[in-house]
């Protein structure tokens, strides 16, 4: 069973950066499409796609965070890291990651996520 770990979320001013790692057990990173997803509190919208990262090492990102976000990942450690810069209050969420089969999340059991808050 696929299980997510994330961490590293936390609260900082606008223009601050974070580092979220996602920790995979249950399948490896190296050939699995893993993506990264968030949701605002609160707010009724539905999970959304911020970033994706291949088999191939193909990267996509969500519109509103291309040239702020970068996707890595590390095989030997098994986790996808999100790299998080020019935070803005529209980024505060609980961020997620996942499988991705073409970029929707695959697997029915999130992770408890990691609380992202930004305040101007």
């Known amino acids: 069973q696929v299980q997510f770990v994330e961490s590293g979320g936390g609260l900082v001013h606008t223009g601050g950066s974070l580092r979220l790692s996602c920790a995979v057990s249950?399948?490896?990173?190296?050939?699995?499409?893993i993506a990264w997803y968030r949701q605002a509190q609160g707010s009724g919208k539905p999970r959304e796609l911020v970033?994706?990262?291949?088999?191939?090492?193909?990267?996509t990102y969500g519109d509103s965070v291309k040239g702020r976000f970068t996707i890595s990942r590390d095989n030997a450690k098994n986790t996808v890291y999100l790299q998080m810069n020019s935070l803005t209050p529209e980024d505060t969420a609980v961020y997620y990651c996942?499988?991705?089969?073409?970029?929707?999340?695959?697997?029915?059991?999130w992770g408890q996520g990691t609380q992202v808050t930004v305040v101007s």
């Open positions: 996942n499988i991705g089969i073409q970029w929707v999340a695959s697997q029915t059991t």
């Open positions: 249950g399948r490896s990173v190296n050939y699995n499409a």
């Open positions: 970033a994706g990262i291949s088999v191939s090492g193909r990267l």
